[in-house]
């Protein structure tokens, strides 16, 4: 029995290290992602449609009182649009905004500070939640993105408890993305594709399968919550659609189809240009800008209000279906009736929402075209408020719109059909609408997979050839006219960015390196002394200082973080060294190595201050200056900091092209360039940046040998001895850690 309870008593750690590793595998921290996003989506969706029926309900109680209607159709966005705003910016102001361009910063990178913490993470979840329930066109699937990647970050550090190990970083921020798309409609499929088009360059393989995995499981709990409160009777797509399946298009429509597509091109790019003059005017120093930024209630609180008075329903929203709200709307745009066929006569059963689009005295071409221009400003200035706002959502409901009234023409045409093998085939309009949200979505981001997202949505894939035809025309206009939206504000909010390369361009591989880097590299050698440290340390900022075996050779031996030189520069000339250094004959004036040791190893935290102090009034200054002289022209003690023996090194023939990839692919922020071991100079993203910019502006472009090289040293010859010492390099994390600071203001 004593030999039994002790081998019970050996088992029982293991099955405690055994359940504690598993806990820590990646398929749970997955579940467990999932499960969270799904739960925090499905309540958000919850609570904003059970405040959009509360809007509804209230507006049709006071039927009759049109002053009553009107200001509960203005008032109850702004108090929410409000609520938003102050939360936001008392909380985190780190969660205004959709949030991809700044996890697009990070995955390539750079550190933003608090944008990945759980207080940014119950900002935006709160704050989106009323910015949905207002009504306004604010789309749910950019921050959605953000809100996954934040749980993804926090559940991590919960998760490494049990696994012992940290998770990778940019590992859980691309599971964390793609589940933020995945669970926001349900679409796992595009989510994941949508996720690594929007906020990746290259992506790893390896996680792949937990991408999907996360996402799947997510979208699948998202669902059956629905069906657990009864929204719906199963698990099925969130916009579903019944359109013809035997005979969806004939191939005669395929012209229309394209110009859908590259109308939506257009229509995609102006949409991000006018959104990127807006914040630009808001961020323009001018006396209105300066009032709106003091006072930061007023600029939302007027786009609410403006907006609700345009889209009150018994004024001009008769005229667009202003009562609608965008979910609504695409519900509508995707139905199975021909409204042009319909309006004039009698309301056909099971019309539904539909009929909020059919007035009788302006034509149906006339309400689609005015839902069109009027909400294409509305959405393009809502997600420039300070709330978390997305612009999917709105961009999506007005590619339905343009689609829609293209389908309407098109069936205004063509009355009776197609005629196809003897049989006429009627034309449908809601396919239209399904390929131009899709195509319109894609224009605006720059994706393809979003035509993956409307076949989850709706259900069927019977339009998928002239969809992938509408959104490939779709992209190939809009990317030739303007950036993506996630890249405009990258560069409007001046978050560190990396410019694509133009494809084709044979001045990619005519530029190299030598072309492109800087020269006058600081560095310290295996002979530099403490003075040349400090002098160093104080000329730059530099983040990193190369290693180099001697100033003659100029062999790369490693390279050296700032943090560490700092802390053997204050050990070096601390006074704790000072007092454990002390010559041997100054004994009777100041305590022996041994004593302070002994204090030292005992804790007597009051009498080794004593004994500093009294140090300190037993030496003249002249006596401690000199000894600080004398250890300033001792070499370095390397032996006593840690050096990254290998730092990423590039040569001088290396081309632009294998450079961009290189950075692209490793996510550097800087490169040291060597030949035949020997340091020659540094590259940087400015450097890449600058070369890449000019390279794409004029298509075949041969810049000289050293041409960068040669402006930079006209340049520091104007500048002063501290701007001379500071490379680009520097300048780049300078410039980093400057936005970070705004953005901890704002």
Same mark, same amino acid.
């Given at each position: 029995a004593t030999r039994l309870l002790r081998e019970r008593q050996l088992k029982k750690p293991r099955v405690q290290r055994f359940l504690v590793t598993k806990l820590g595998e990646d398929w749970i921290f997955l579940v467990l992602l999932g499960i969270t996003m799904a739960l925090v989506s499905w309540t958000m969706d919850y609570a904003s449609a059970k405040s959009l029926q509360g809007y509804k309900w209230m507006y049709r109680e006071l039927r009759g009182n049109i002053l009553l209607q009107y200001l509960v159709w203005v008032i109850y966005p702004m108090v929410l649009i409000i609520f938003a705003t102050i939360f936001c910016h008392l909380v985190a102001p780190q969660a205004i905004g959709s949030g991809i361009p700044e996890m697009k910063t990070i995955l390539r990178g750079v550190v933003l500070k608090e944008y990945l913490t759980l207080r940014a993470f119950i900002s935006?979840?709160?704050g989106l939640t009323a910015a949905l329930g207002s009504g306004l066109p604010i789309g749910k699937e950019g921050p959605f993105v953000h809100i996954a990647s934040m749980c993804a970050t926090v559940l991590s550090k919960f998760m490494s408890f049990f696994s012992g190990s940290p998770y990778c970083y940019t590992d859980i921020l691309t599971v964390g993305c793609a589940v933020g798309v995945g669970c926001c409609f349900g679409t796992p499929l595009g989510g994941v594709l949508f996720s690594i088009e929007v906020t990746s360059t290259y992506f790893a393989v390896r996680n792949y399968w937990r991408g999907y995995f996360a996402a799947t499981f997510s979208a699948f709990i998202f669902r059956v919550l629905s069906v657990i409160n009864k929204d719906t009777v199963?698990?099925?797509?969130?916009?579903? %659609?019944?359109f013809r399946m035997d005979f969806p298009f004939d191939l005669q429509e395929l012209p229309a189809f394209a110009i859908i597509?590259? !109308?939506? !091109?257009?229509? !995609?790019?102006?949409?991000?240009?006018?959104?990127r003059q807006v914040i630009l005017f808001m961020k323009r120093p001018n006396a209105i800008t300066r009032f709106l930024t003091k006072y930061r209630v007023i600029y939302p609180c007027v786009v609410s209000f403006v907006i609700a008075t345009l889209t009150f329903p018994p004024a001009l929203g008769q005229f667009m279906a202003g009562e609608l709200m965008p979910r609504e709307s695409i519900n509508s745009m995707f139905d199975n009736f021909t409204w042009n066929k319909i309006w004039g006569a009698p309301v056909p059963a099971g019309l539904g929402l539909s009929s909020a689009w059919l007035h009788p005295d302006v034509n149906i071409f006339i309400v689609i075209a005015l839902f069109l221009i009027m909400r294409f400003w509305m959405s393009a200035i809502s997600t420039t408020m300070p709330v978390p706002s997305g612009a999917f959502m709105p961009v999506f409901v007005l590619g339905a719109a343009f689609g829609r009234l293209v389908g309407e023409i098109m069936a205004a045409l063509?009355?009776?059909?197609i005629l196809f093998d003897g049989i006429l085939y009627r034309i449908i309009p809601g396919g239209y609408a399904v390929i131009g949200?899709?195509?319109?979505? !894609?224009a605006v981001t720059h994706t393809v997979s979003t035509a993956v997202i409307c076949f989850e949505i709706t259900g069927q894939i019977s339009h998928v050839l002239p969809m992938m035809v509408a959104v490939i025309l779709a992209n190939m206009v809009a990317q030739g006219l303007q950036p993506s939206l996630y890249d405009s504000i990258i560069q409007v909010k001046k978050l560190p960015y990396f410019p694509e390369l133009g494809f084709g361009h044979i001045s990619q591989h005519n530029v190299f390196v030598e072309d492109i880097m800087v020269r006058k590299v600081k560095f310290l050698c295996s002979q530099s002394t403490y003075r040349e440290l400090l002098h160093l340390l104080e000329s730059t900022t530099l983040k990193t200082i190369p290693l180099v075996d001697s100033k003659e050779s100029m062999i790369l031996l490693g390279s050296i973080e700032r943090s560490e030189l700092l802390a053997l520069c204050d050990w070096w000339l601390s006074a704790e060294r000072r007092i454990l250094m002390q010559d041997p004959d100054l004994s009777g004036q100041i305590i022996s190595d041994s004593e302070v040791q002994v204090l030292y190893l005992s804790s007597s935290f009051l009498n080794y201050l004593l004994v500093v102090v009294l140090d300190l009034s037993w030496h003249f200054l002249k006596q401690v200056k000199a000894w600080e002289e004398s250890e300033m022209d001792k070499p370095l003690d390397f032996d006593q900091i840690r050096i990254d023996p290998s730092p990423f090194q590039l040569v001088e023939r290396t081309s632009l092209h294998k450079t961009h990839t290189l950075f692209s692919l490793l996510g550097l922020s800087h490169a040291y360039v060597t030949s035949i071991g020997k340091l020659v100079g540094v590259v940087a993203l400015k450097e890449l940046q600058k070369a890449i910019e000019g390279s794409a502006s004029s298509g075949v472009l041969m810049r000289p040998p050293l041409a960068s090289f040669r402006d930079s040293t006209r340049k520091t010859s104007?500048?002063?001895? %501290?701007s001379v010492q500071t490379n680009t390099f520097l300048y780049i994390w300078i410039n980093q850690k400057k936005r970070t600071h705004l953005y901890h203001q704002k």
């Amino acid at each position: 029995a004593t030999r039994l309870l002790r081998e019970r008593q050996l088992k029982k750690p293991r099955v405690q290290r055994f359940l504690v590793t598993k806990l820590g595998e990646d398929w749970i921290f997955l579940v467990l992602l999932g499960i969270t996003m799904a739960l925090v989506s499905w309540t958000m969706d919850y609570a904003s449609a059970k405040s959009l029926q509360g809007y509804k309900w209230m507006y049709r109680e006071l039927r009759g009182n049109i002053l009553l209607q009107y200001l509960v159709w203005v008032i109850y966005p702004m108090v929410l649009i409000i609520f938003a705003t102050i939360f936001c910016h008392l909380v985190a102001p780190q969660a205004i905004g959709s949030g991809i361009p700044e996890m697009k910063t990070i995955l390539r990178g750079v550190v933003l500070k608090e944008y990945l913490t759980l207080r940014a993470f119950i900002s935006k979840v709160v704050g989106l939640t009323a910015a949905l329930g207002s009504g306004l066109p604010i789309g749910k699937e950019g921050p959605f993105v953000h809100i996954a990647s934040m749980c993804a970050t926090v559940l991590s550090k919960f998760m490494s408890f049990f696994s012992g190990s940290p998770y990778c970083y940019t590992d859980i921020l691309t599971v964390g993305c793609a589940v933020g798309v995945g669970c926001c409609f349900g679409t796992p499929l595009g989510g994941v594709l949508f996720s690594i088009e929007v906020t990746s360059t290259y992506f790893a393989v390896r996680n792949y399968w937990r991408g999907y995995f996360a996402a799947t499981f997510s979208a699948f709990i998202f669902r059956v919550l629905s069906v657990i409160n009864k929204d719906t009777v199963t698990i099925t797509a969130l916009f579903r %659609t019944k359109f013809r399946m035997d005979f969806p298009f004939d191939l005669q429509e395929l012209p229309a189809f394209a110009i859908i597509g590259i !109308g939506c !091109g257009f229509l !995609g790019a102006f949409f991000v240009y006018l959104n990127r003059q807006v914040i630009l005017f808001m961020k323009r120093p001018n006396a209105i800008t300066r009032f709106l930024t003091k006072y930061r209630v007023i600029y939302p609180c007027v786009v609410s209000f403006v907006i609700a008075t345009l889209t009150f329903p018994p004024a001009l929203g008769q005229f667009m279906a202003g009562e609608l709200m965008p979910r609504e709307s695409i519900n509508s745009m995707f139905d199975n009736f021909t409204w042009n066929k319909i309006w004039g006569a009698p309301v056909p059963a099971g019309l539904g929402l539909s009929s909020a689009w059919l007035h009788p005295d302006v034509n149906i071409f006339i309400v689609i075209a005015l839902f069109l221009i009027m909400r294409f400003w509305m959405s393009a200035i809502s997600t420039t408020m300070p709330v978390p706002s997305g612009a999917f959502m709105p961009v999506f409901v007005l590619g339905a719109a343009f689609g829609r009234l293209v389908g309407e023409i098109m069936a205004a045409l063509f009355p009776h059909g197609i005629l196809f093998d003897g049989i006429l085939y009627r034309i449908i309009p809601g396919g239209y609408a399904v390929i131009g949200a899709a195509a319109m979505s !894609g224009a605006v981001t720059h994706t393809v997979s979003t035509a993956v997202i409307c076949f989850e949505i709706t259900g069927q894939i019977s339009h998928v050839l002239p969809m992938m035809v509408a959104v490939i025309l779709a992209n190939m206009v809009a990317q030739g006219l303007q950036p993506s939206l996630y890249d405009s504000i990258i560069q409007v909010k001046k978050l560190p960015y990396f410019p694509e390369l133009g494809f084709g361009h044979i001045s990619q591989h005519n530029v190299f390196v030598e072309d492109i880097m800087v020269r006058k590299v600081k560095f310290l050698c295996s002979q530099s002394t403490y003075r040349e440290l400090l002098h160093l340390l104080e000329s730059t900022t530099l983040k990193t200082i190369p290693l180099v075996d001697s100033k003659e050779s100029m062999i790369l031996l490693g390279s050296i973080e700032r943090s560490e030189l700092l802390a053997l520069c204050d050990w070096w000339l601390s006074a704790e060294r000072r007092i454990l250094m002390q010559d041997p004959d100054l004994s009777g004036q100041i305590i022996s190595d041994s004593e302070v040791q002994v204090l030292y190893l005992s804790s007597s935290f009051l009498n080794y201050l004593l004994v500093v102090v009294l140090d300190l009034s037993w030496h003249f200054l002249k006596q401690v200056k000199a000894w600080e002289e004398s250890e300033m022209d001792k070499p370095l003690d390397f032996d006593q900091i840690r050096i990254d023996p290998s730092p990423f090194q590039l040569v001088e023939r290396t081309s632009l092209h294998k450079t961009h990839t290189l950075f692209s692919l490793l996510g550097l922020s800087h490169a040291y360039v060597t030949s035949i071991g020997k340091l020659v100079g540094v590259v940087a993203l400015k450097e890449l940046q600058k070369a890449i910019e000019g390279s794409a502006s004029s298509g075949v472009l041969m810049r000289p040998p050293l041409a960068s090289f040669r402006d930079s040293t006209r340049k520091t010859s104007k500048a002063s001895p %501290t701007s001379v010492q500071t490379n680009t390099f520097l300048y780049i994390w300078i410039n980093q850690k400057k936005r970070t600071h705004l953005y901890h203001q704002k």
